[in-house]
Each structure stands twice: as C-alpha cells, then as structure tokens.
C-alpha cells in the first residue's frame, strides 16, 4: 500500500521560497505512472489544487494562478515528489499536501491517496 | 479558475438521508464525468470517497452515492451515522490539465 508523508520547514519568512518534499513509500515512483498533485488548504478553509507531475517527472501542470511562482519535480533516486514555491507571501500559509491520482496513467482529479499534510506559516 | 459552489454547511438525524450540491460552469463539472467527492475530519488529511461522478472506492460504504445533472453534482449520505459529521468537499476536472475543489460543506449530525 503505498504511503505519503510530506516535510518541510515549517516556517518561510515572506519573499523567500517554500521547498516541500512528498516521500513515497510502498512503491517505486519510478515505475508507477500515475500523476501526483500538491494541494493546499488554508487555515479553516477549503482546498486548492497546486499542480501535477507524472511519475516520470517530463510532465507538469501548474495552477494558473500560482504558474509564475511555482515548480514541481520528481525525483526517483530518493522516490520523492518536491514542490517549490518562490516569493512566498502569508496567502501561502496553508497545510500542503502531496496527493496521488487513483489510478495509472489517469488525470480526473480523483484522489485516491493522500499523505498526511505538512504546516508552512509564512511569517517574519 | 472559481471554486464550485456548495452549501456553507447541512445537517441531518441519525438515520436520515442529506445531499449536499456543488455547482460548477460548463467548463468543469458540466463538461467532465469527473467529478469526485472527499469528507475530511478535523486535523486529518482528506479521504476521497466519490469519483468519476459516482463510483465508490473500495472500502467505502454504498451509503454514500453521488450523481450529476447539468452543472450540478450532489452527493447523497443515506442511513447517516454520528461518524459521517465533517467537511465534504467536491472537486472537478476543469479541462486543459487543471482541477477545481468546492468550498467545502460542513455535515453536522443531529
């Protein structure tokens, strides 16, 4: 069963960049072929799709509303998904959590396993 | 890219049935079959329980049921239990590789 569990800093102070790292175990991300996301909930409110990447990291799609600011990789060495958000302002703080689609070779937006979620505050 | 719409929050007895919408455009939840759906509880990741429309993962229970009519998904708890109070939220494929979620809907059981 395969398993997500992101990290990252904690605390971005505003203009700097948000690095995040989503370790896949259970399974080799380089062999499975299934796009994965990073989504983001804001404090006490709803969720927003970030972006996806497929497992062999030559395809990546951002929203547009963060595609000046962001950048997703994959890297199969260490079986792990990062996330890059440059120039971070508190609109950033939000609990970021790295999703995979339910199944191989699909984008439809279904979700089907989630890590657990990673807290960044942006704050000086 | 807006958030689909759904009701702030809505409430049911133990037993009953409650559905809950999530309108969207005609460039994601009228134009794709896929819409699915997530309950999320408190200081816990979200769990999809509803995809493309209303398929069940497997694992959860056929209490739970989703539909479509134009740009209007819904999602049906029936037989509701005190473990289904959460947030639910839906969320759409909105076309050219990009997704839109709901607001979310808070469920409270009576």
């Known amino acids: 069963q395969v398993q997500l569990r992101e990290s990252g800093p904690g605390l971005v102070k505003p203009s700097q960049t948000l690095s995040l790292n989503c370790s896949v175990s259970?399974?080799?991300?380089?062999?499975?072929?299934?796009?994965w996301a990073w989504i983001r909930q804001h404090p006490q409110k709803g969720l927003e799709w970030i972006g996806y990447?497929?497992?062999?990291?030559?395809?990546?799609y951002s929203n547009p509303s963060l595609k000046s600011r962001l950048d997703i990789s994959v890297d199969t060495s260490k079986n792990q998904i990062s996330l890059r958000l440059d120039s971070v302002t508190a609109a950033d703080t939000a609990v970021y959590y790295c999703?995979?689609?339910?199944?191989?070779?699909?984008?439809?937006?279904?979700?089907?396993?989630w890590g657990q979620g990673t807290m960044v505050t942006v704050s000086s | 890219q807006s958030a689909l719409t759904q009701p702030r929050s809505v409430s049911g007895s133990p037993g009953q049935s409650v559905t809950i919408s999530c309108t969207g455009t005609?460039?994601?939840?009228?134009?794709?079959?896929?819409v699915s759906w997530y309950q999320q509880h408190p200081g816990r990741a979200p769990r999809i329980i509803i995809y493309d429309v209303n398929r069940r993962p497997s694992g959860v229970p056929d209490r739970f049921s989703g539909s479509k009519s134009g740009v209007t998904a819904s999602l049906t708890i029936s037989g509701l239990q005190t473990e289904d109070e959460g947030d639910y939220y839906c969320c759409s494929y909105a076309g050219d590789y990009s997704v839109v979620f709901g607001a979310g809907s808070k469920l409270t059981v009576l």
């Open positions: 990447i497929f497992s062999s990291g030559n395809i990546f």
């Open positions: 005609s460039n994601d939840v009228g134009a794709y079959n896929y």
């Open positions: 259970g399974g080799s991300l380089k062999s499975a072929g299934f796009y």
């Open positions: 999703a995979r689609e339910l199944r191989r070779l699909d984008l439809s937006s279904a979700f089907g396993v």
